[in-house]
């Protein structure tokens, strides 16, 4: 290796690692990071992790193990909590949802000779679903595209091995999050039939091409001559039979593709075949729900969408170099998807296109295969070298791009560090056992992202982790985590319903709570005395005893 090709490869690790130092540092700023579900998680993660030990959290919650395509932080999380701090574990966690994705895709696209365009994936890093606190889903699209990448490279020298491994492949995905398996389904299913067309495409032209051979040899050799001096007729050795071999042909070419076709899909029945009794044992397949559809407008935006973070313009703008890019490239033949990559992108778009936005009582469906597209827009796409001018260009945009947004997200986590502080100094009077009320003011004091989603749904949950008191919004859907909320408390979260707001909280039935929670009160008035007494207040939150429960 020359002292060229050296100084490059060092680079390329310099860059990757100083991306993914980058990445994880807002980390350092918040205990909590403002990940809308995640507090929830990490609440049920602190729930499992202690039990039955814990008297007063098993008054509340119950462990409910069962077939669930869903349990990354689960499984890892409790026994993680065992020698570490739980906020610790939290951003461990977190850590490796972030970073995952962006390994498998640069390992995806270096199986596909890429190098250097993969390293812009750090802005995709922080994209919404993860923003959202979809952990576990991020960490099945990492895991599925590390296999897929595997799956490249060793799939046609070392089939077995691979076999093997995308087997046990598919069973921890199916572990970590469902979706996690179908993009990996998709990523290699596709591959495998690129290279049956492929097949099919060398084949026809082998084939084609022994008849032209064999037509032109009979045209060119010597023409048998009567007894009496004239040509023989070449009904047999002349053209008729080049034309019967190449009807042959043209006939057996189809049954070896076929063949192949057969073993391929056979071998991905085979990768798939434990984690689909596994789906179909689950509560989850049983579960109904009609599904809902966003009008086609609405879900070719999410596309864009995927990269909204805190500020609304540089989202815009980021979204516009990520996917602008690659297909400029394309159009103007300076980069190429190859195939492998470009038929699982082709199926991952029309099921984006097709699938409901909820169902079965999941939301954003849709909107995960729009991460999985903008993903491989840098696992997929391979660009050819380009004139140092442009290339220069590009690589700062998309470095300059990266960097504001890290400061602009780095900043929100750290105005939320404050939010988070102020919940804790109100929740100091709540003892372990007792149950609080929630409700969250809606104003310029809520924090947000650029798409308006709020973040601070389920800050709540500190009552459970701190204090050790009940919350009515613990995330305990039995087809989906494996916790069960206890009576009489389920009755109680089932009466609250949704998250209120302060208006609902001021007239609702609060009966068997001890205190309310209120999130955003610098934004709120103050709940009516006559039924509630001021305990604390700090900025953003304030705590309230009941005084009379019922309206």
Same mark, same amino acid.
């Given at each position: 290796?020359?002292?060229?090709?050296?100084?490059?490869?060092?680079?390329?690790?310099?860059?990757?690692?100083?991306?993914?130092?980058?990445?994880?540092?807002?980390?350092?700023?918040?205990?909590?990071?403002?990940?809308?579900?995640?507090?929830?998680?990490?609440?049920?993660?602190?729930?499992?992790?202690?039990?039955?030990?814990?008297?007063?959290?098993?008054?509340?919650?119950?462990?409910?193990?069962?077939?669930?395509?869903?349990?990354?932080?689960?499984?890892?999380?409790?026994?993680?909590?065992?020698?570490?701090?739980?906020?610790?574990?939290?951003?461990?966690?977190?850590?490796?949802?972030?970073?995952?994705?962006?390994?498998?895709?640069?390992?995806?696209?270096?199986?596909?000779?890429?190098?250097?365009?993969?390293?812009?994936?750090?802005?995709?890093?922080?994209?919404?679903?993860?923003?959202?606190?979809?952990?576990?889903?991020?960490?099945?699209?990492?895991?599925?595209?590390?296999?897929?990448?595997?799956?490249?490279?060793?799939?046609?020298?070392?089939?077995?091995?691979?076999?093997?491994?995308?087997?046990?492949?598919?069973?921890?995905?199916?572990?970590?999050?469902?979706?996690?398996?179908?993009?990996?389904?998709?990523?290699?299913?596709?591959?495998?039939?690129?290279?049956?067309?492929?097949?099919?495409?060398?084949?026809?032209?082998?084939?084609?091409?022994?008849?032209?051979?064999?037509?032109?040899?009979?045209?060119?050799?010597?023409?048998?001559?009567?007894?009496?001096?004239?040509?023989?007729s070449q009904g047999v050795d002349g053209g008729p039979a080049a034309t019967m071999t190449g009807g042959r042909a043209s006939r057996t070419a189809p049954v070896p593709v076929l063949r192949e076709a057969l073993r391929r899909g056979l071998v991905l029945c085979l990768v798939l075949a434990a984690p689909a009794l596994l789906y179909a044992a689950s509560d989850l397949s049983q579960l109904g729900g009609d599904a809902a559809f966003l009008p086609y407008g609405e879900k070719l935006l999410q596309l864009a969408g995927v990269f909204s973070n805190y500020l609304g313009w540089l989202d815009a703008a980021t979204a516009?170099?990520?996917?602008?890019?690659? $297909? *400029?490239?394309?159009?103007?033949?300076? =980069?190429?998807? %190859?195939?492998?990559?470009?038929?699982?992108? /082709? +199926? &991952?778009? @029309?099921?984006?296109?097709?699938?409901?936005?909820?169902?079965?009582?999941?939301?954003?469906?849709?909107?995960?295969?729009?991460? $999985? *597209?903008?993903?491989?827009?840098?696992? =997929?796409?391979? %660009?050819?070298?380009?004139?140092?001018?442009? /290339? +220069? &260009?590009? @690589?700062?945009?998309?470095?300059?791009?990266?960097?504001?947004?890290?400061?602009?997200?780095?900043?929100?986590?750290?105005?939320?560090?404050?939010?988070?502080?102020?919940?804790?100094?109100?929740?100091?009077?709540?003892?372990?056992?007792?149950?609080?009320?929630?409700? @969250?003011?809606?104003?310029?004091?809520?924090?947000?992202?650029?798409?308006?989603?709020?973040?601070?749904?389920?800050?709540?949950?500190?009552?459970?982790?701190?204090?050790?008191?009940?919350?009515?919004?613990?995330?305990?859907?039995?087809?989906?985590?494996?916790?069960?909320?206890?009576?009489?408390?389920?009755?109680?979260?089932?009466?609250?319903?949704?998250?209120?707001?302060?208006?609902?909280?001021?007239?609702?039935?609060?009966?068997?709570?001890?205190?309310?929670?209120?999130?955003?009160?610098?934004?709120?008035?103050?709940?009516?005395?006559?039924?509630?007494?001021?305990?604390?207040?700090?900025?953003?939150?304030?705590?309230?005893?009941?005084?009379?429960?019922?309206?």
């Amino acid at each position: 290796m020359t002292r060229s090709a050296i100084s490059a490869r060092a680079a390329w690790w310099a860059a990757l690692a100083a991306l993914c130092l980058v990445l994880v540092a807002p980390l350092l700023v918040c205990d909590v990071p403002p990940l809308i579900d995640y507090p929830n998680h990490l609440a049920r993660l602190f729930v499992l992790a202690s039990l039955p030990g814990d008297a007063e959290l098993a008054k509340f919650y119950g462990s409910h193990w069962s077939v669930i395509p869903n349990l990354a932080l689960d499984l890892a999380g409790p026994p993680l909590m065992q020698v570490l701090p739980v906020y610790d574990v939290g951003r461990l966690l977190i850590a490796v949802a972030v970073l995952l994705p962006v390994l498998g895709t640069i390992a995806y696209a270096s199986a596909l000779g890429g190098r250097w365009w993969a390293l812009g994936v750090g802005l995709v890093a922080w994209n919404n679903c993860l923003l959202y606190g979809f952990l576990n889903f991020s960490i099945g699209i990492g895991l599925a595209l590390l296999l897929a990448a595997v799956w490249l490279r060793w799939r046609e020298t070392q089939p077995n091995r691979m076999v093997a491994i995308a087997t046990f492949g598919a069973l921890a995905l199916f572990a970590c999050h469902l979706m996690g398996l179908v993009f990996f389904a998709v990523l290699i299913g596709g591959a495998e039939l690129f290279r049956v067309w492929t097949s099919a495409k060398e084949r026809t032209g082998r084939l084609t091409g022994q008849s032209r051979l064999a037509t032109v040899m009979d045209r060119g050799a010597c023409p048998q001559r009567r007894p009496g001096g004239g040509r023989a007729s070449q009904g047999v050795d002349g053209g008729p039979a080049a034309t019967m071999t190449g009807g042959r042909a043209s006939r057996t070419a189809p049954v070896p593709v076929l063949r192949e076709a057969l073993r391929r899909g056979l071998v991905l029945c085979l990768v798939l075949a434990a984690p689909a009794l596994l789906y179909a044992a689950s509560d989850l397949s049983q579960l109904g729900g009609d599904a809902a559809f966003l009008p086609y407008g609405e879900k070719l935006l999410q596309l864009a969408g995927v990269f909204s973070n805190y500020l609304g313009w540089l989202d815009a703008a980021t979204a516009s170099v990520a996917i602008g890019l690659p $297909m *400029l490239w394309v159009l103007t033949r300076h =980069g190429r998807f %190859p195939g492998v990559a470009a038929v699982p992108m /082709s +199926v &991952l778009f @029309a099921a984006f296109l097709a699938a409901p936005y909820a169902w079965k009582g999941t939301y954003h469906l849709d909107t995960r295969l729009a991460v $999985m *597209l903008d993903f491989m827009l840098f696992a =997929g796409f391979v %660009p050819k070298r380009w004139p140092r001018g442009p /290339s +220069v &260009l590009a @690589a700062a945009a998309i470095i300059l791009l990266f960097a504001a947004r890290m400061a602009v997200l780095t900043t929100a986590w750290a105005a939320h560090q404050t939010d988070i502080d102020d919940i804790r100094r109100v929740l100091e009077p709540v003892r372990p056992g007792q149950a609080v009320y929630v409700a @969250a003011a809606v104003g310029p004091n809520s924090r947000s992202m650029s798409d308006g989603s709020r973040t601070d749904i389920h800050l709540g949950a500190l009552a459970l982790i701190e204090r050790r008191a009940w919350w009515p919004f613990e995330f305990d859907n039995v087809s989906q985590q494996p916790l069960q909320t206890r009576p009489p408390y389920s009755a109680m979260a089932g009466r609250v319903g949704d998250l209120p707001d302060a208006a609902q909280a001021a007239t609702a039935d609060v009966c068997g709570f001890d205190y309310v929670l209120l999130t955003g009160a610098g934004a709120a008035a103050a709940l009516p005395p006559e039924r509630f007494r001021l305990l604390r207040r700090s900025g953003f939150a304030a705590l309230y005893g009941i005084a009379r429960c019922e309206p």
